[in-house]
């Protein structure tokens, strides 16, 4: 494989910087060869294996003369190979500055960070993008997302791509028109969750159980392996509002794993805006009170 990084130099968008990437292959297959693009950019040595104490690191200086990556493997390959596109694009976006003397060291929470206020969140967000849009164009991705929004196509994706399952529930999202958030679970206890941006804040924080009120609760406490339906549910059960129709689905693995992805229809609610205008001030009053119960509000920055 040959790429030039001489032609990448001057893109600093990470959606920019994949898309030029595919541009100079001529075809591109799922799974994306993620360590032979990255070897063909000039990345010296790729090392996978189980570390301690972080995610990823890129062996680098200011200039990029030189760079190798380290990937660990703790979490699967899958994640690995996440890692290995997050690194390759700090050694890409040049305007980067180093997090340490040799280079940068990400741990796991870098991998899911999506904010863009201080350097240091803004360049692993970036590299968070970059790496999405790598490892998930959409020209091998949304092909293969169904007429409605269905956890199975993340699965399916995941074993497309070779990505983790959260990823491509990320890009799901991401992808997406209708408003979804996805809920990570174990033991019926909230990990985080990533939304879309017009859905309405869900009131369970991390660390609490799953509503009681909720078909997810029920779904993991019975245990059994596997997908459930998209079912309607009770909005009240994740909601501080009871003017939107709300469909949930769970996927339950193993160790006590599961993920619920919620799917908001706020029609009816919108409808209300137009007739009475009354909205803005509706959800005024509810902001106050949901402001109290946030959970994580993850989102890919929006593709141009
Ligand atoms: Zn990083």
């Not at 660990?72 to 997090?99: C, P, V």
């Not at 909720?214 to 993991?220: M, N, P, Q, T, W």
């Amino acid at each position: 494989m040959q790429l030039s990084r001489i032609d990448l130099a001057d893109l600093h968008v990470p959606t920019a910087i994949a898309r030029a990437i595919f541009a100079q292959l001529e075809t591109i297959d799922a799974p994306v060869p993620v360590g032979q693009i990255a070897r063909a950019l000039d990345i010296a040595d790729i090392k996978t294996q189980v570390f301690d104490g972080f995610e990823g690191m890129l062996l680098t200086d200011t200039v990029r003369s030189a760079g190798s990556i380290l990937a660990n493997t703790r979490y699967g390959d899958q994640r690995a190979r996440f890692t290995i596109a997050h690194e390759l694009g700090h050694f890409l976006m040049e305007r980067h500055k180093l997090s340490g003397d040799r280079g940068f060291t990400c741990k796991a929470q870098d991998m899911r960070e999506t904010r863009a206020g201080q350097r240091q969140y803004r360049q692993e967000s970036e590299a968070n993008a970059f790496a999405i849009n790598l490892l998930a164009p959409f020209k091998l991705f949304d092909p293969l997302l169904s007429q409605d929004p269905d956890l199975k196509d993340a699965q399916r994706l995941r074993d497309h791509l070779n990505v983790s399952l959260e990823a491509t529930i990320r890009r799901m999202i991401d992808r997406r028109e209708e408003c979804l958030t996805a809920v990570w679970s174990r033991n019926g206890q909230v990990r985080y969750s990533v939304k879309s941006s017009r859905f309405p804040w869900i009131t369970c924080k991390r660390g609490e159980r799953l509503p009681h009120l909720s078909l997810a609760g029920k779904i993991v406490a019975n245990g059994a392996k596997g997908f459930s339906s998209v079912t309607e549910t009770n909005p009240l059960a994740w909601l501080s509002r009871s003017d939107v129709e709300l469909f949930e689905q769970t996927r339950v693995a193993n160790n006590g794993h599961a993920v619920t992805l919620l799917l908001a229809d706020l029609a009816d609610a919108d409808d209300d805006e137009d007739d009475s205008g009354s909205l803005k001030e509706l959800n005024a009053g509810f902001s106050i009170s949901a402001s109290a119960f946030p959970v994580t509000a993850w989102a890919f920055p929006v593709n141009p």
